[in-house]
């Protein structure tokens, strides 16, 4: 198929000259000469051109600049519109060739009879053809509308050194499979179960076109020169005999963007629901870039988890065996024969917020790495700075998560009357070459921090994406009181004032903004969108008074001081005792080691021992006939408390014991404290001294975050106040039970975070009694 080909330091193309789908409203009608003169805004000039040869070669004498028009001779050629910024283009297409130079910002829009050129406008333009983003560096094709609309088909790197050019997807899968963007919806409760699902790759409709925008411009006042283009998907262009569980419900924009000289692409997602779209609920969006599997055979997450993986033919059927969820392999006949019986499943490489800015793949043969480099990420990926994700997958597949339900965070729930609108990202698509592996690894974090240093960007073509002049900046100071005074930084976080939920992990339709405190506890947020937020706190240590939060007001170009914070610790009487570290996490318990020589299948490559697959059974081994006991003061929580409260493998539940001693018994409600780091499927039942008896409390169901399998040390964080009455105590040894009740599965359980009882408000001496 005939294309063009820009010959400038950042370009874009685009493939093809038929179908040229014209808007009326965006064109000029130019009558037809041997010279189409295009008359300018400000001034008038006519340059003649020369052909050059059989070729048909026109070339222009001189360059264009600000708002000029020329005129050029041509001759009758299919042309597609198409904008760019550069220096130097060069256009060429099979029948004919054109070449301009121009100094500035040129439109090309071409009828089925003629090519028109002119200084760009702000005006959007349409493109129903392949389209190609390149600099001497990069070369990205994107698929045109239709089945393969807004896929990345192909990814070329310009290899340093006379190595030549390298392809980093894996040609071997469909033009649409190799990276593509997807979204997964639910109509109805997805909370409830009471719904079905959808899923779609986004411009899988003919409806679908490109958009070209006047949007790319020099970033923060440097003299790079950028390209964009923009994939528009509109809900109601699905065509009709798209069933309703593969039709994308809401309207998505897909924004690429490539800098000279620089070898990555910029990705950013628009979301858009409008008043006459569905009752619905996005669970999953996401970018999946398939590289070559022959190439990519290392991967890299976070200093201490990285790795030589398995290959995709390692964990299929012939070479690996099911386990207890389809997404885990144990490799059984591994070509990387130190792999034998190692479990890889996605979930391993999982990553907080807040530790992953940059994951990616390696080739250590070819000595190149492919990242994803998301600066600031939570701001836009719900669920804070402890949001866990996926990164890279066996494949070699590599990740950039937008949204998903994973850990338990709650899908984005849509009402059919509701509009609402979110930018994800900008995220960089990066490719580097060195000399080994560590100076990829470092090269790809100076290239991280780098994009971090500029975010926001000043570039992004969606007015909902606020630039650094549109943001403000917020500043204060954390105290805490009492004995808490020193510890952990706190994280000082802003979420929507109008969210449905005022937990910011649940809060999952606006943007939230973070920022940890100093050794003073003075923090400053900076680059905050305008608008009215909620104050949130995460601190570590001690349990937080959130009943009353904080409004705070933003307003562009302003520093707001919001003062002194005091973060209270939440307790009614005096703590009797306590049991863990309230942190989030259930890190601090006991968490047993796997040993192949027993018949254990732990990977070598993970440091953390919570994440090995099987590590929940070891509960059995412990405790083969009796539940736990865990007894206050004499009991060490690093040893005698297992992290996770499962079921026996016959799904029988289990309770934990915890006795403690009491020297009196006051008037009055004790008060029974439960964070819980994670759980899946649970309720629990507390008893006191009748582990037999109806309980005093019943939690209910809560938990749906599957953490345990999916290789985390927490989830979905919640916190149970339980008041118990002083009837139930007495003095001597008293023992409180704690009963997972529910059962329907394997993974249902509960991680505690940290366990409190404090004595009745009456109570006249403090008896704290350290379980260590």
């Not at 297409?93 to 760009?120: K, M, N, W, Y």
């Not at 950028?226 to 994308?248: A, C």
């Not at 973070?514 to 001690?542: A, C, H, R």
């Given at each position: 198929m005939p294309g063009f080909h820009f010959s400038n330091p950042a370009a874009l193309f685009v493939e093809g000259h038929r179908d040229c789908h014209k808007t009326p409203s965006q064109e000029k009608k130019f009558s037809h000469s041997s010279y189409n003169t295009l008359q300018g805004f400000h001034q008038s000039e006519e340059i003649k051109s020369k052909r050059a040869g059989d070729k048909g070669r026109i070339e222009q004498n001189r360059s264009w600049s600000g708002c000029q028009r020329r005129s050029i001779s041509s001759n009758s050629i299919h042309f597609l519109r198409i904008h760019f910024l550069s220096p130097s283009i060069s256009v060429?297409?099979?029948?004919?060739?054109?070449?301009?130079?121009?100094?500035?910002?040129?439109?090309?829009?071409?009828?089925?009879?003629?090519?028109?050129?002119?200084?760009?406008?702000?005006?959007?333009?349409?493109?129903?053809?392949n389209v190609i983003l390149k600099n001497d560096k990069l070369e990205m094709k994107i698929g045109k509308p239709g089945v393969r609309g807004g896929s990345i088909q192909s990814l070329v790197y310009k290899r340093e050194g006379g190595l030549g050019d390298l392809e980093l997807l894996d040609m071997e899968q469909r033009c649409g499979a190799r990276g593509y963007w997807d979204m997964h919806w639910e109509y109805g409760s997805y909370i409830t179960g009471n719904d079905f699902n959808g899923k779609c790759r986004f411009g899988d409709n003919d409806g679908a076109q490109w958009t070209?925008?006047?949007?790319?411009?020099?970033?923060?006042?440097?003299?790079?020169?950028?390209?964009?283009?923009?994939?528009?998907?509109?809900?109601?262009?699905?065509?009709?005999?798209?069933?309703?569980?593969?039709?994308?419900?809401?309207?998505?924009?897909?924004?690429?963007?490539?800098?000279?000289?620089?070898?990555?692409?910029?990705?950013?997602?628009?979301?858009?629901?409008?008043?006459?779209?569905?009752?619905?609920?996005?669970?999953?969006?996401?970018?999946?870039?398939?590289?070559?599997?022959?190439?990519?055979?290392?991967?890299?997450?976070?200093?201490?988890?990285?790795?030589?993986?398995?290959?995709?033919?390692?964990?299929?059927?012939?070479?690996?065996?099911?386990?207890?969820?389809?997404?885990?392999?144990?490799?059984?006949?591994?070509?990387n024969k130190s792999l034998m019986y190692e479990v890889d499943h996605k979930y391993q490489y999982s990553v907080e917020a807040k530790d992953g800015v940059m994951h990616g793949w390696i080739s250590s043969k070819a000595k190149i790495g492919v990242w994803i480099i998301s600066p600031n990420k939570w701001e836009y990926l719900a669920g804070g700075p402890y949001k866990q994700e996926l990164t890279v997958q066996t494949g070699p597949n590599l990740l950039a998560m937008l949204h998903s339900t994973h850990y338990g965070t709650p899908a984005i729930p849509l009402e059919g009357s509701e509009n609402w609108t979110k930018v994800y990202g900008p995220f960089l698509i990066y490719v580097n070459q060195a000399d080994d592996i560590k100076g990829l690894i470092e090269d790809a974090k100076t290239r991280a921090a780098l994009e971090t240093a500029s975010w926001p960007y000043s570039w992004v073509p969606f007015n909902e994406y606020r630039n650094p002049q549109q943001r403000g900046t917020v500043t204060g100071r954390a105290m805490k009181l009492g004995p808490y005074q020193t510890g952990p930084a706190t994280w000082i976080g802003l979420t929507d004032a109008n969210s449905p939920s005022?937990?910011?992990?649940?809060?999952?339709?606006?943007?939230?903004?973070?920022?940890?405190?100093?050794?003073?506890?003075?923090?400053?947020?900076?680059?905050?969108?305008?608008?009215?937020?909620?104050?949130?706190?995460?601190?570590?240590?001690?349990?937080?008074?959130?009943?009353?939060?904080?409004?705070?007001?933003?307003?562009?170009?302003?520093?707001?001081?919001?003062?002194?914070?005091?973060?209270?610790?939440?307790?009614?009487?005096?703590?009797?005792?306590?049991?863990?570290?309230?942190?989030?996490?259930?890190?601090?318990?006991?968490?047993?080691?796997?040993?192949?020589?027993?018949?254990?299948?732990?990977?070598?490559?993970?440091?953390?021992?919570?994440?090995h697959y099987g590590v929940w059974d070891k509960f059995v081994e412990l405790y083969p006939m009796m539940d736990p006991v865990y007894v206050v003061d004499k009991s060490n929580w690093e040893r005698d408390w297992f992290f996770a409260h499962v079921n026996r493998p016959n799904l029988t539940t289990t309770q934990r014991e915890i006795q403690f001693f009491l020297d009196d018994v006051v008037p009055g409600d004790y008060t029974l404290r439960l964070a819980i780091a994670g759980a899946h499927q649970a309720a629990l039942e507390i008893r006191l001294n009748n582990p037999t008896g109806s309980p005093l409390h019943d939690t209910g169901a809560f938990g749906r975050d599957n953490a345990l399998a999916r290789a985390g040390i927490h989830g979905h964080y919640h916190e149970f106040t339980i008041s118990l009455s002083h009837m139930n105590f007495h003095v001597g040894t008293n023992s409180l039970f704690l009963r997972q009740r529910k059962n329907q599965n394997k993974f249902s359980y509960v991680m505690y975070d940290y366990i409190r009882l404090e004595a009745s408000m009456m109570y006249t001496q403090s008896l704290v009694a350290s379980s260590r």
């Open positions: 060429h297409a099979a029948a004919d060739s054109h070449q301009i130079r121009s100094s500035g910002l040129v439109r090309i829009t071409c009828t089925r009879r003629r090519p028109q050129f002119e200084a760009l406008e702000a005006e959007n333009l349409v493109v129903r053809k070209m925008f006047d949007k790319s411009k020099e970033d923060r006042g440097g003299r790079d020169q950028m390209v964009g283009i923009t994939f528009k998907q509109d809900s109601s262009s699905s065509p009709s005999h798209t069933s309703r569980h593969n039709r994308v419900p809401v309207n998505t924009q897909v924004h690429y963007a490539i800098r000279e000289g620089l070898p990555g692409t910029y990705c950013t997602l628009l979301v858009d629901h409008t008043s006459n779209q569905p009752l619905m609920e996005l669970t999953e969006l996401r970018l999946v870039l398939k590289l070559d599997p022959e190439l990519f055979d290392y991967s890299y997450v976070a200093d201490d988890r990285q790795r030589f993986m398995p290959t995709r033919m390692d964990i299929s059927r012939h070479r690996s065996a099911a386990l207890a969820f389809k997404e885990a392999r144990m490799l059984t006949k591994p070509q005022s937990n910011w992990e649940d809060e999952v339709k606006g943007h939230q903004f973070w920022n940890v405190t100093n050794s003073d506890g003075e923090f400053t947020i900076y680059n905050v969108n305008p608008g009215t937020y909620l104050l949130q706190t995460l601190v570590q240590g001690f349990l937080v008074d959130t009943s009353v939060l904080q409004m705070v007001t933003v307003k562009a170009g302003w520093v707001s001081n919001i003062g002194d914070i005091i973060l209270r610790p939440v307790q009614k009487g005096p703590i009797l005792w306590e049991i863990g570290i309230p942190d989030r996490s259930a890190a601090e318990f006991f968490i047993p080691d796997l040993d192949r020589v027993r018949g254990d299948s732990p990977s070598t490559a993970l440091k953390d021992g919570f994440r």
